[in-house]
């Protein structure tokens, strides 16, 4: 299964998404592309350092996030991408291009959704005083960070964490998670009813 990953910044864990495939663990799938917005990010040179292939683009040369999008779109289809996997990609996708990917879009989200939606996951957590935030695997839709949730794990919050320590922990947390998630729907083990993922035998 051909696979492309969106990212903006880092991209550690396109890092373990590619790692993950070096070891056999994608089942099959292949991250063909990586698409992303910010031309200095770091994670173009993870993909370089791994021979993938790259595509950047600035969102200051479209009119519109639909235009954008559909610049995106034909660049997938070029490269007969199966599945899109966002790896901090900080931007959110237009319904056109949810509709040609519908159900084919995976993101992870660094708290326990439906808690601390949005950007600030981590922080969010942390600052509210909750014992335990985590990790979240789920479909992407229209509603922010509201998809079927594919995969979840805890992560504690002990007493002498800083957002610091914390941020180590689910980042740490993510990279196991999100390689597993993506293996499921490579072997075609996710089936979504309603708002429920049942992962197959």
Do not use: W
């Not at 917005?37 to 770091?42: G, I, N, T």
């Not at 439906?114 to 990790?135: L, M, Q, R």
């Amino acid at each position: 299964m051909n696979i492309a990953v969106f990212a903006s910044g880092n991209g550690s864990n396109l890092q373990a998404l590619i790692d993950a495939e070096a070891k056999g663990d994608l089942a099959g799938g292949r991250i063909l592309l990586v698409v992303c917005d910010k031309p200095a990010a770091f994670a173009l040179e993870r993909a370089g350092k791994a021979g993938i292939k790259t595509f950047v683009l600035e969102a200051k040369d479209f009119k519109s996030r639909e235009d954008y999008d559909a610049r995106i779109v034909r660049r997938l289809k070029e490269e007969n991408i199966e599945l899109v996997v966002l790896a901090g990609f900080m931007r959110i996708l237009s319904a056109p291009f949810l509709e040609e990917y519908e159900g084919r879009v995976l993101n992870v989200h660094p708290a326990l959704l439906p808690s601390f939606k949005g950007v600030h996951g981590i922080k969010d957590a942390f600052e509210y005083g909750v014992k335990v935030t985590g990790v979240t695997v789920h479909f992407v839709n229209n509603e922010l960070d509201g998809g079927p949730v594919i995969l979840q794990s805890c992560v504690r919050i002990e007493p002498d964490d800083t957002r610091e320590t914390l941020e180590e922990k689910i980042h740490a947390e993510e990279h196991r998670l999100y390689p597993e998630a993506v293996r499921f729907f490579v072997q075609g083990k996710l089936k979504v009813e309603g708002r429920k993922v049942r992962i197959l035998n």
